[in-house]
């Protein structure tokens, strides 16, 4: 079940009669919330949605609710984010997945789903930046509709004229070319293939 809260946490918008209990929770203005622990709860327990900016909500475990919107959080970049202040004194940007499972150094937090506001533990884990760039989504120029996919005007001297969909993949920053198909389902799946094979279960693919 969802529930919908807006930025303060002593104040529910939306939420079920069978949950009442939770607004007894929320109750104490005065008291700070506490950073849950990783693994402190249930991951099967209700999840609940923090409200951002231009309209956008992001997902968190119920055990991570109070916690995280005693702050104000913005959308940015498909992304919960909110500002806070270095050691310095400087503002800086931090993601709401960051904090609620800090890489470790040289590593960054990987979204399962792709999905940016999901942060619920289960769709969280750590990745290098090579990981998490081979789970992404396919580019926003891509026009067959299928990651890996382009559509090319094949050659009269080719011996498959009639191929006009090639498939294609980069690893550890080289291209390659994975052949020419007759259709763009067939080079789909040639590069799920590939993409499995080389990125495990950091690959994005198709089907």
Not at 9 to 15: N, P, S
Not at 142 to 166: A, F, M
Request: aromatic fraction near 12%.
């Amino acid at each position: 079940m969802v529930k919908l809260f807006c930025h303060s946490y002593c104040e529910a918008i939306l939420f079920s009669s069978q949950n009442s209990a939770s607004l007894n929770r929320l109750g104490n203005c005065d008291k700070k919330p506490r950073k849950p622990d990783w693994q402190s709860f249930d991951l099967e327990i209700d999840m609940k949605l923090i409200s951002l900016s231009q309209g956008k909500f992001a997902k968190v475990d119920d055990g991570w609710f109070d916690y995280l919107n005693q702050w104000k959080w913005f959308y940015a970049n498909g992304y919960a984010q909110r500002h806070t202040s270095s050691k310095l004194g400087k503002r800086k940007l931090i993601g709401m997945q960051n904090v609620i499972y800090p890489p470790p150094e040289g590593m960054v937090v990987d979204h399962k789903d792709t999905d940016g506001l999901n942060n619920q533990a289960t769709n969280l884990r750590h990745a290098t930046c090579s990981q998490n760039g081979y789970n992404r989504k396919k580019d926003c120029d891509n026009s067959t509709g299928y990651k890996g996919v382009v559509k090319i005007k094949p050659s009269k001297k080719w011996k498959n004229p009639g191929n006009r969909w090639r498939a294609s993949i980069k690893v550890n920053g080289k291209t390659f070319c994975l052949g020419t198909y007759s259709n763009p389902i067939d080079a789909a799946l040639a590069y799920d293939d590939s993409a499995r094979r080389n990125f495990g279960e950091f690959a994005k693919t198709n089907f």
